[in-house]
């Protein structure tokens, strides 16, 4: 049996510790959208664009990786790609941002819960992944969750699954594109930056002037929108290089989690009875959805 080498348990270490960062980070990213709330979601989603572009190209140019970027610009197929993915992505910010300016928090992180198991759904659907027998109990039990979702909010979920289905259409394009994380972040950001800037153009001509970026404090929490998308994504690369995926997996429980709590604690947001079995259902579906992650991984290394 190989022995573990101190370079591998530091590998491991560091990777663990990124990764923890990575979704808390994350899910504590609705406190700055929350002190943004008075801005507008549009024009939050137009200010995280260009500022996060600016905080990629310095990062691009400081770590000489301009190259990465303008092979992906050669080749059309993963232009086309990257394109779509910009437009999920912005449609999936201005979906989770507007949710915290109506006071939907809760319902974005039972959106993040529902994530893993939409992820496998659009295996099936979009990479002719088969279902196992648990995998069809975690989803079926996870419809239920939905359907419970629904009546305790009166209408259909649209901000939990439609950040859900976003995210997962989104991380199909990006794994389906030749090009690294940081590299196709800057593209997809350059993709959406005209049309970023185009719309704080027409605000500008609709208001008579440049609103709230006149403000300094607004104009420096907008500013920290970049490095709060960036910084994120970069230490997510760095864990995924240096932990199992089951490892990964259990982790992005973190940002959701963190979530829920801030709506029911810090943003007073109601959660009812059958609002709380709802997302009991959603836990005991993640966890036989893990378990049975886990196990057969555990199989297929033995």
Do not use: C
Not at 44 to 56: C, D, I, P
Not at 218 to 243: E, I, Y
Not at 249 to 255: E, K, N, P, S
């Amino acid at each position: 049996m190989a022995s573990v080498t101190s370079t591998d348990t530091h590998g491991g270490e560091s990777g663990l510790a990124a990764g923890v960062a990575t979704y808390v980070l994350w899910g504590f990213l609705p406190l700055l959208f929350n002190l943004l709330n008075h801005v507008g979601a549009a024009t939050v989603v137009a200010n995280r664009t260009l500022w996060s572009l600016l905080v990629l190209g310095i990062i691009m140019i400081l770590g000489g990786r301009l190259a990465e970027v303008r092979a992906a610009l050669r080749d059309p197929r993963t232009v086309t790609s990257m394109a779509l993915a910009a437009l999920i992505l912005g449609a999936n910010w201005l979906i989770y941002i507007f949710a915290v300016e109506t006071g939907q928090v809760l319902e974005a992180s039972f959106g993040y819960f529902i994530l893993p198991l939409v992820n496998v759904a659009t295996g099936v659907l979009l990479l002719g992944e088969r279902l196992n027998r648990w995998q069809m109990v975690s989803i079926a039990i996870a419809a239920v969750a939905i359907s419970i979702q629904a009546v305790a909010i009166g209408a259909i979920p649209y901000v939990a699954l439609g950040l859900a289905l976003t995210f997962a259409v989104y991380g199909y394009l990006r794994k389906t594109a030749k090009v690294g994380s940081a590299p196709g972040l800057f593209v997809e950001t350059m993709v959406l930056a005209p049309l970023a800037i185009a719309y704080l153009g027409y605000s500008v001509a609709r208001d008579g002037g440049i609103g709230w970026h006149a403000d300094p404090y607004s104009l420096s929490l907008l500013a920290l929108t970049g490095p709060a998308t960036v910084v994120p994504l970069l230490l997510f690369a760095f864990a995924v290089q240096r932990l199992k995926m089951t490892t990964v997996g259990m982790l992005q429980y973190i940002a959701p989690s963190i979530t829920f709590i801030l709506a029911i604690t810090l943003f007073g947001e109601h959660l009812n009875a059958v609002r709380l079995g709802s997302f009991a259902l959603i836990w005991v579906s993640l966890m036989v959805y893990t378990t049975d992650s886990v196990v057969r991984r555990r199989r297929a290394a033995a």
